[in-house]
């Protein structure tokens, strides 16, 4: 079965770090560009941060910038999103998603469920 699986989400203090995880299963990340996507309530989706199949380039918001860093381990099929100084507006549903920044917000996109990240006080 293709899927993705998000973990790692939760509550943190601003100010604070968590590190996100997908892991991948029925077919080969390291075919693929990568997206972390995400959803506040009341939003659309937008994508956060992508890397390339190969992990050579990796794309960021401007709004996230400095503070998380996208990652990948194609020999273990896995994605991987740290983020840092977590700020309340992160509050999120993330997702990873296959395919680039430009696709990976598209109704046909392949992504997981979620993990939830809050920040607050």
């Known amino acids: 079965e293709v899927q993705l699986v998000e973990s790692g989400g939760g509550m943190s203090q601003p100010g604070g770090s968590l590190r996100l995880t997908c892991a991948a299963s029925?077919?080969?990340?390291?075919?693929?560009?990568m997206t972390w996507v995400r959803q506040a309530p009341g939003k659309g989706p937008e994508w956060v941060s992508a890397i390339s199949f190969s992990g050579r380039s990796t794309y960021y918001v401007d709004f996230v910038k400095g503070r998380f860093t996208i990652s990948r381990d194609n020999a273990k099929n896995m994605l991987y999103l740290q983020m840092n100084s977590l700020k309340p507006e992160d509050t999120a549903l993330y997702y990873c998603?296959?395919?680039?920044?430009?696709?990976?917000?598209?109704?046909?996109?392949?992504r997981g469920q979620g993990t939830q990240v809050t920040v607050s006080s």
């Open positions: 998603a296959r395919g680039s920044r430009f696709l990976a917000t598209g109704n046909g996109a392949l």
């Open positions: 029925g077919f080969t990340v390291g075919s693929y560009d």
